[in-house]
């Protein structure tokens, strides 16, 4: 039989994770999900991810990675770019005529570990007795690191040749052009990601830790 406390409780994290779910989506398909910087453009569509890694477990942060994959899915398929065919199977690779199943794993295995590895290291780190902003620093890091590293590994391991045609650059230049990603893109999102987590998810965690106690 489940009490009423349990179900109330069960409705708050529904609730949590719709919002969360609800956020990621509005920062998908508008410009708020893009923040611009002086010399690049920084996604914010991770940062509701590993919010929700840390706040409802690991579950929920691969959950919330893959309405990310999703959403990565539709919003390259349906404003296509010169190398969105790596997050679209209905986009052709260039020198083919249909797509790639394969960029599947590029819209869906980095978001949600995006989500899921903060989640367990932070119940990890929560463990052996670490404060929570040093806690939430830390798996923002970790999460936004994921995301940028892993979705660049895959491109360059499953479609190295065809990114580089796309690019217009030669395939021995791309690793440069992908190391130039990561400490562009991948360090603004990064601080993004911190600064988001520790500024959200400390005042929370210390309201539910209230919460309990009353």
């Known amino acids: 039989m489940i009490s009423v406390d349990q179900r109330t409780q069960h409705t708050r994290f529904l609730t949590k994770l719709a919002l969360l779910t609800a956020i990621l989506v509005v920062l998908s398909v508008t410009p708020v999900g893009s923040i611009p910087l002086p010399f690049v453009k920084a996604t914010t569509s991770h940062i509701p991810v590993i919010v929700g890694a840390i706040l409802l477990g690991p579950g929920s942060g691969a959950f919330l990675g893959g309405v990310f994959g999703v959403m990565s899915v539709v919003r390259s398929t349906i404003a296509p ?31 949600i570990l995006t989500g899921l590895l903060p989640g367990l290291l932070f119940r990890g780190l929560k463990r052996r007795g670490i404060g929570d902003h040093a806690a939430c620093a830390v798996c923002g890091a970790v999460g ?37 990603v990561v400490f562009t893109n991948g360090v603004a999102e990064l601080l993004l990601a911190v600064a988001a987590a520790t500024a959200v998810c400390c005042p929370l965690l210390r309201l539910e830790r209230c919460k309990g106690a009353q």
Request: a negative charge; zero cysteines; aromatic letters at 12%.
């Open 81 to 111: 770019t010169l190398t969105t065919f790596v997050f679209s199977p209905f986009l052709p690779v260039p020198g083919a005529e249909h797509g790639s199943a394969k960029a599947l794993l590029v819209a869906f295995l980095p978001r």
């Open 144 to 180: 936004a690191a994921a995301n940028t590293a892993l979705v660049l590994l895959l491109i360059y391991l499953l479609f190295g040749a065809e990114y580089a045609s796309a690019l217009g650059v030669g395939y021995e230049l791309l690793t440069g052009v992908l190391m130039s």
